[in-house]
């Protein structure tokens, strides 16, 4: 059981809109910036957004990051084949002590 | 370009102990933050621990505190993490990692990974 909640599938066709969400506490996402990163099967993961909402250089404008809250969520707009992946959020628990991930979601382009 | 090669993972029995080591280089190694996380099989992602850039600091999972010890040394760019008392559920790729700023959660480069194997 993950501290932070993420669906753990989401899809969509080309050209598409999905939002993949992250759900925390007051201890984690409330009160600390999110993380993002992407992994493809077989490699290492990839950062995507960081303090919620700040690309990294690379990282295409279609791609954005949100926070409100205890929630936070990663927009992905126009929907390629090469967005199919695993997408985990993170951020630091102060209860915890230590940084806490998401379960994943797996996106499906369709 | 920051480079994170890992290394010293392999099969280790249950109650064993492994070192595993971080060369890194590309970068300025005593400038920043490192961390371990690893990945189970077919699961997701697991924060094990984080070290300031001095070394000064370190942060530990519950799942791993009082077993494995997260240290660095600056002269050399590497990063180690020693494992004892090693348990099945250990069993994971580690991935080095190079934390981007103040927030230990934001990693901007990570290493192929390393997998340990704890199995009788």
């Known amino acids: 059981q993950s501290v932070l909640t993420q669906p753990p599938s989401a899809s969509g066709t080309p050209g598409q809109r999905v939002t993949i969400s992250c759900s925390g506490s007051?201890?984690?996402?409330?009160?600390?910036?999110v993380t993002w990163y992407q992994q493809l099967p077989g490699t290492a993961p990839k950062l995507l957004m960081y303090n919620s909402n700040q690309r990294p250089s690379g990282v295409p404008d279609r791609l954005s990051g949100s926070k409100s809250g205890t929630s936070a969520s990663l927009a992905i707009s126009g929907l390629q084949s090469e967005d199919e992946a695993d997408y985990y959020c993170?951020?630091?628990?102060?209860?915890?002590?230590?940084?806490?991930f998401g379960g994943g979601t797996k996106l499906t382009v369709l | 370009e920051a480079q994170l090669l890992e290394s010293g993972g392999g099969l280790v029995q249950p109650g064993g102990s492994l070192r595993l080591s971080c060369a890194a280089s590309?970068?300025?190694?005593?400038?920043?933050?490192m961390s371990w996380v690893r990945q189970a099989p077919g699961k997701g992602l697991d924060w094990v621990s984080s070290i300031s850039n001095s070394g000064d600091n370190t942060y530990y999972a519950d799942s791993v505190k009082g077993r494995f010890t997260i240290s660095r040394d600056n002269s050399k760019n590497t990063l180690f993490l020693q494992m004892n008392s090693l348990r099945a559920e250990d069993t994971a790729i580690y991935y080095c990692?190079?934390?981007?700023?103040?927030?230990?959660?934001?990693?901007?480069?990570w290493g192929q990974g390393t997998l340990v194997t704890v199995s009788s």
């Open positions: 990692s190079k934390i981007l700023s103040r927030s230990h959660s934001q990693i901007d480069h």
């Open positions: 590309g970068f300025t190694f005593s400038g920043y933050a």
């Open positions: 993170a951020t630091w628990d102060a209860s915890l002590t230590g940084v806490v």
């Open positions: 007051s201890s984690n996402i409330g009160s600390n910036a």
